[in-house]
């Protein structure tokens, strides 16, 4: 038999540390998708997402949410990244500023967020984009437009890149202002337009780029006024407009404002179409101006998504995926935002141990990447911005936006 009971007792002490440590090596080897037998373990990096998912853009900001986790879905399908697996991270910014910070900050503090998508209005963006860049945080923006976002506060004269840690996938104000202003006086041989904006960063510049490109058409700016976002009742803003004549009011805001607007304006007699940018381009907008708003403009960045086999292929998918809300006005350009961040996750996670020290690399691949995307070419410049410049002027009618012209715009 052998050994003192003292020894017996050391022996099955020890042999049941050996058992429970083979055990624990066994687990350690298996893979966290299939349970066991690869001997490596996959690992998890996130896609933050930072878009108003609830409030009256809320329509707007699921559809970039959705368009996000189509593309992460898609990858993961695909094992687009060799041993790791992508997961999306949405946060509401509720369209406003501080909540924007917030999301930022609760992303910003995730060890395992490699980028982010989002967000929809550039004065969140604003307040977003300090946060990430320390964490050499990628941040590609599906919607925003503000020309300073990229080229700094002095822009047309002294552009200098803020934050090289922010791209976007749209084309900026100064090209959807001055595309505008085209539009309306070439085309439409419209000669006398009043303005009005929200005091907003993107209104207040969209305004900005579509006065001087007017102007400088020969154009008359015959009244400029401003209205309070958060009010409902904008008579006393027709009434200074009225009396100027214009042949056109151009807005820029977004469409739970241009809504009303348009409709008080032609209550008030002045019945002119009301034109605006991407922000008013929604079926809510008709909803809330009702009837009078057929005829009214707008235009958006890109073609049309139908207008494509790209873009009748992701809405197919995007259909297929089952997802409630429709993917809006910037459900493609957010597809090709997360596209653009994976596709430079092939690059930076190849080889990294962790996602934190894979950040820069992925800064450094996103401004490399160049793809035919659902929008066109994703690609960028040196400072971020979309190397694509085409636009689409769009009619109300009824329900629907009718497709007037897509152009691309040359300076």
Same mark, same amino acid.
């Given at each position: 038999m052998g050994g003192t009971v003292q020894q017996r007792s050391v022996v099955r002490v020890g042999a049941s540390l050996i058992v429970a440590s083979l055990a624990l090596t066994a687990c350690g080897s298996r893979s966290n998708d299939d349970g066991g037998g690869s001997g490596s373990e996959t690992k998890t990096a996130k896609i933050g997402v930072i878009a108003p998912l609830s409030g009256d853009?809320?329509?707007?900001?699921?559809?970039?949410?959705?368009?996000?986790?189509?593309?992460?879905?898609?990858?993961n399908e695909s094992n687009a990244i060799p041993g790791w697996k992508l997961e999306v991270a949405a946060k509401d910014d509720e369209g406003k500023t501080d909540p924007g910070k917030n999301a930022a900050t609760a992303l910003a503090s995730d060890k395992d967020v490699i980028g982010v998508v989002g967000t929809l209005n550039t004065s969140v963006s604003q307040q977003v984009q300090p946060v990430l860049a320390p964490k050499n945080i990628v941040q590609v923006s599906p919607a925003n437009t503000g020309p300073g976002l990229t080229m700094g506060a002095d822009w047309q004269k002294n552009p200098k890149r803020p934050y090289p840690t922010y791209f976007r996938t749209c084309t900026t104000d100064a090209v959807q202002g001055p595309f505008a202003a085209r539009y309306l006086y070439e085309t439409a041989k419209i000669t006398k337009v009043a303005t009005v904006?929200?005091?907003?960063?993107?209104?207040?510049?969209?305004?900005?780029?579509?006065?001087e490109e007017?102007?400088?058409?020969?154009?008359?700016?015959?009244?400029?006024?401003?209205?309070?976002p958060d009010e409902s009742n904008y008579q006393s803003v027709v009434s200074a407009i009225k009396p100027s004549a214009p042949q056109a009011v151009y807005y820029g805001g977004e469409y739970p404002q241009a809504g009303p607007l348009s409709q008080q304006m032609k209550a008030g007699g002045l019945n002119v179409p009301?034109?605006?940018?991407?922000?008013?381009?929604?079926?809510?907008?008709? &909803?809330? $101006?009702?009837?009078?708003?057929?005829? +009214?403009?707008? !235009?958006?960045?890109? =073609?049309?998504?139908d207008s494509t086999e790209a873009g009748k292929k992701f809405l197919a998918?995007?259909?297929?995926?089952?997802?409630?809300?429709?993917?809006?006005?910037?459900?493609?350009?957010?597809?090709?935002?997360?596209?653009?961040?994976?596709?430079?996750?092939?690059?930076?996670?190849k080889d990294a141990k962790d996602v934190e020290s894979a950040r820069q690399a992925t &800064?450094? $691949?996103?401004?490399?990447?160049?793809? +035919?995307?659902? !929008?066109?070419?994703? =690609?960028?410049?040196?400072?971020g911005d979309s190397t694509t410049k085409v636009l689409t002027v769009y009619k109300?009618?009824?329900?629907?936006?009718?497709t007037v012209e897509t152009k691309e715009f040359k300076s």
């Open positions: 853009l809320s329509a707007l900001g699921l559809g970039i949410q959705h368009s996000v986790e189509l593309a992460v879905k898609q990858a904006h929200d005091k907003k960063a993107y209104g207040q510049g969209l305004v900005g780029t579509f006065t007017f102007k400088k058409l020969g154009g008359q700016i015959v009244a400029a006024e401003t209205l309070n009301l034109m605006g940018g991407d922000g008013i381009k929604d079926p809510k907008f008709q &909803v809330l $101006a009702g009837k009078s708003a057929d005829g +009214d403009l707008s !235009t958006s960045v890109g =073609a049309p998504t998918d995007y259909k297929a995926a089952g997802f409630k809300e429709d993917s809006a006005a910037y459900g493609g350009y957010s597809y090709d935002a997360a596209n653009a961040i994976i596709n430079a996750l092939k690059t930076s996670l &800064v450094d $691949a996103v401004s490399k990447v160049s793809f +035919d995307g659902v !929008t066109g070419k994703v =690609a960028f410049d040196q400072y109300a009618a009824g329900k629907d936006w009718a």
